[in-house]
């Protein structure tokens, strides 16, 4: 099953995320690479593509997991949880009707 995970950006954790980054994007490749990520990315704080010092405001993966319990035990070994790059994290069923 499909779930949505958005976490929510905790403020000055710009130094944080910059350490745990490359972790944080080698374990999405991991999901990539087994064919379970749909989508991941960052939620830019202003309307914008580059957000620039305003940066960015929450991150959103859509991901394949067996459980909701599996998919929260994924998030809690992420390095921006670990980093305490999220101030909160929340995990939910999606359903995906289109594409």
């Not at 954790?13 to 749909?38: K, Q």
């Not at 990315?41 to 909701?68: K, Q, W």
Request: proline share 9%; with cysteine.
């Amino acid at each position: 099953m499909l779930y949505m995970i958005v976490g929510t950006i905790a403020a000055d954790s710009g130094p944080r995320r910059e350490t745990a980054r490359a972790a944080h994007l080698d374990r999405l490749r991991s999901l990539l690479n087994e064919g379970r990520l749909v989508l991941a990315g960052p939620c830019p704080a202003v309307d914008s593509s580059e957000p620039g010092p305003a940066g960015y405001s929450a991150s959103l993966i859509v991901a394949e997991f067996p459980s909701l319990v599996a998919a929260r035990d994924w998030v809690g070994e992420d390095p921006y949880v670990r980093a305490a790059v999220y101030e909160d994290v929340v995990v939910r069923p999606f359903h995906q009707v289109l594409p």
